[in-house]
């Protein structure tokens, strides 16, 4: 079944189920395109295909559209995770040719969003090959999406962050500045909730050796240099993970992996990573 896959995935079937009908609402009740042209019983074939090389990720949520609309029989030909080529077929969808034109761009857009995080995520992993360095995402997620875009990241072979604000405590510059020190924030959230995980984004060594004496064990570098990331390694030494974060680019992304840092984050995972071109091309056409 579809909700077995899915939640397999980490994923919550009823919340893929009412994207799709939300988008399917957007798209009101008639086709004033299609209905005039095709009868209601008339059956079609079309595939999904890549129109470039890249990571899938988003065809179970395009079976979700199917299934929504009902009446389809649907032939997988990759999986979500996949490396595909340009021209490989993905998935091909045989059903009721009015429903079909209807699914097509909904399934799109969830299929060419979700598989551009994937690939550009692939790109960073690719890039980190060889090295202890793994890249990992953040809360820069378009509302109601997040599950899928996260989702999309680990199909790429990225790793989550916090899913939500409840899941970890991150405490940033302005929850410092606000506190009085790096020291009395991390104190607050330790008093409150004894075994939450903490994460403390630190933006100098001196802060950075305040977090360790606080009894941080998770800190995030932002936007230090690859000498002072070096050098965090160097004054942690294995006492806390370290993930750099700020102005990280896919040039740059070995001079600072080579530092030792546990994690990148990269917030453009998911918040402008292009879509991967993907059509779907009718190749078959009959009334019944």
């Given at each position: 079944?579809?909700e077995?896959?899915?939640a397999?995935?980490?994923?919550?079937?009823?919340?893929?189920?009412?994207?799709?009908?939300?988008?399917?609402?957007?798209?009101?009740?008639?086709?004033?395109?299609?209905?005039?042209?095709?009868s209601?019983?008339?059956?079609?074939?079309?595939?999904?295909?890549s129109r470039?090389?890249?990571?899938v990720a988003?065809?179970?949520?395009?079976?979700m559209?199917?299934?929504?609309?009902?009446?389809?029989?649907?032939?997988?030909?990759?999986?979500d995770?996949?490396?595909?080529k340009?021209?490989?077929?993905?998935?091909?969808?045989?059903?009721?040719t009015?429903?079909?034109?209807?699914?097509?761009?909904?399934a799109?857009n969830?299929?060419?969003?979700?598989?551009?995080?994937?690939?550009?995520?692939?790109?960073?992993?690719e890039a980190?090959?060889?090295?202890?360095?793994?890249?990992r995402?953040?809360?820069?997620?378009?509302?109601?999406?997040r599950?899928?875009?996260?989702?999309?990241?680990?199909?790429g072979?990225?790793?989550?962050?916090?899913m939500?604000?409840?899941?970890?405590?991150?405490?940033?510059?302005?929850?410092?500045?606000?506190?009085?020190?790096?020291?009395?924030?991390?104190?607050?959230?330790?008093?409150?909730y004894?075994?939450?995980?903490?994460?403390?984004?630190?933006?100098?060594?001196e802060?950075?050796?305040?977090?360790l004496?606080?009894?941080?064990?998770d800190?995030l570098?932002?936007?230090?240099?690859p000498?002072?990331?070096?050098?965090?390694?160097?004054?942690?030494?294995?006492?806390?993970?370290l993930?750099?974060?700020?102005?990280l680019?896919?040039?740059?992304?070995?001079d600072?992996?080579?530092?030792?840092?546990d994690?990148?984050?990269?917030?453009?995972?998911?918040h402008?990573a292009?879509a991967?071109?993907?059509?779907?091309d009718?190749?078959e056409?009959?009334?019944?």
């Open positions: 079944m579809l077995q896959r899915l397999a995935e980490g994923l919550d079937a009823a919340a893929v189920e009412a994207l799709v009908r939300t988008a399917l609402a957007e798209d009101g009740e008639v086709d004033v395109t299609s209905e005039p042209i095709f209601p019983d008339q059956m079609s074939t079309a595939d999904f295909t470039a090389e890249g990571i988003g065809l179970l949520v395009a079976e559209v199917f299934e929504v609309l009902g009446g389809f029989v649907l032939e997988p030909q990759v999986r995770g996949d490396r595909v340009a021209g490989q077929v993905l998935l091909t969808a045989t059903g009721p009015l429903k079909l034109l209807r699914a097509e761009r909904i799109l969830f299929l060419t969003h979700l598989s551009g995080i994937a690939t550009r995520t692939g790109q960073w992993v980190l090959a060889g090295t202890e360095t793994k890249v995402d953040s809360r820069k997620t378009l509302p109601g999406l599950q899928l875009q996260k989702w999309a990241v680990r199909c072979g990225g790793v989550n962050h916090r939500s604000l409840q899941d970890a405590a991150l405490i940033k510059d302005n929850h410092v500045a606000a506190a009085g020190g790096v020291t009395a924030a991390y104190r607050a959230i330790r008093a409150r004894p075994e939450l995980h903490i994460q403390v984004e630190v933006d100098t060594l802060q950075l050796t305040e977090a004496e606080a009894g941080a064990t800190v570098l932002d936007n230090m240099s000498a002072q990331m070096a050098e965090a390694v160097r004054i942690t030494a294995v006492r806390a993970t993930e750099a974060s700020g102005g680019t896919l040039g740059r992304v070995r600072v992996a080579v530092t030792g840092v994690y990148l984050a990269v917030g453009g995972l998911t402008s292009p991967l071109d993907i059509g779907l009718f190749h056409t009959a009334g019944t």
